[in-house]
């Protein structure tokens, strides 16, 4: 099937942290706002819009982390259900514009009570869910939501040991997407699973400063498009209000707002940060497809050396089902019971030297 050139648009939004589920509203209108303003003024770049991606946090907020909240208080009073009424509202968003809507939340899960994940999602012009990402590689120590690593053993018995169980991709009209929101492309195992599952178009989501300000958010959107061929779409969070009725903001992000294309390029971008705006490009996945069957070199996907590479990971470094008995962890105890021994291990394996 082939799939014209359109535009992408990352909106890049104020994000107030919530308290309580009910004032995810607020983020939500303002988000509807720029959903709109987007979906108008991408198509100025003369191709029209069929995707849009909203950043991490646009919703909730970081409370959770930000506060060193208690995991099950935030899984009962701030914490959502996918699909529920959040999800439906996004749904009309994407059903108004025609477009696919990228999106994340801070969400539970039916098979684990009283625990809540950090989840992206897709939702199609239809309105439905097509593309259901739990994420992998919070950012430690802050974050507080549960992994499928966590819960590595109970994960497999339900989902299976496949790429599908921790890389989803969905195979949508305007390509195949998958997630892999903030931390998790600071780790490139987490773009090549998706890669090697198909992902033509990667959403990555949003990043702190100093990250941001340090150039590693750049680096990483590039390295992870390059490596892999494919779109890296990297809309950063503008300003942050740390309560829903909040009237100063701290630029927590440090813009760097960005679309890289398949071979490490930025093809749009918007840098400022602390700003309410969007950033948007050409997203052109024939191209894609025929860049990855005819080159003779840079698509390296095709040489991977999968036996020699399966030493490095023969022993394993982070601690499996590390929540699968009890609450995650709170940001001093984390440190003192992970961070920590996890140096001393890089140590003792000869690893890392003092």
């Known amino acids: 099937m082939t799939i014209e050139p359109y535009t992408a648009v990352g909106v890049v939004p ?10 995810i509203a607020a983020n939500l209108e303002h988000l509807h706002g720029l959903c709109s303003f987007g979906g108008v003024f991408g198509s ?26 208690d995991h099950e208080l935030y899984a009962e009073t701030c914490a959502i259900d996918i699909p529920g009424p959040e999800t439906d509202i996004i749904a009309t968003w994407a059903k108004e514009l025609k477009v696919h809507i990228i999106g994340q939340a801070k969400a539970r899960h039916p098979d684990f009570p009283k625990r809540f994940f950090n989840v992206g999602f897709v939702i199609s012009p239809e309105g439905e869910i097509v593309l259901r990402h739990y994420k992998l590689s919070p950012l430690y120590p802050v974050e507080h939501s549960v ?9 497999i018995d339900k989902y299976g040991r496949t790429l599908d169980a921790f890389w989803p991709v969905a195979d949508t009209p305007i390509g195949r997407i998958g997630i ?32 941001t ?27 942050y209000y740390g309560s829903i009725d909040a009237t100063g903001a701290i630029d927590a992000f440090a813009g760097q707002s960005m679309i890289v294309d398949y071979q490490g390029r930025i093809t749009g971008e918007y840098r400022h940060g602390g700003n309410a705006s969007v950033v948007m490009s050409t997203i052109d996945i024939g191209a894609l497809r025929h860049f990855r ?27 499996k089902n590390l929540y699968a008995g009890r609450v995650p962890f709170k940001h001093k105890e984390y440190r003192e019971k992970v961070t920590l021994p996890q140096i001393a291990l890089m140590r003792s394996r000869g690893i890392w030297h003092a």
């Open 14 to 23: 104020h994000i107030r942290a919530i308290h309580r589920r009910s004032e």
């Open 44 to 69: 100025a770049l003369g191709l029209p819009v069929r995707l849009i991606a909203i950043p991490e946090g646009s919703l909730q907020g970081f409370t959770d982390e930000a506060e060193d909240m």
């Open 147 to 155: 992994t499928p690593h966590d819960v590595f053993d109970l994960w």
């Open 180 to 211: 892999m929101m903030a931390n998790e492309a600071s780790y490139p195992e987490n773009a090549r699973g998706l890669a090697m599952n198909g992902c033509e178009i990667a959403y990555r989501s949003a990043y702190p400063h100093p990250g």
């Open 213 to 239: 300000s340090s150039g590693m958010f750049e680096i990483q959107n590039r390295a992870r498009a390059l490596d892999n061929n494919m779109y890296v779409l990297a809309p950063n969070a503008g300003a």
């Open 293 to 319: 069957l005819n080159s003779p070199w840079a698509n390296w996907a095709k040489d991977l050396r999968t036996e020699m590479y399966q030493l490095i990971y023969e022993k394993p470094v982070y601690p």
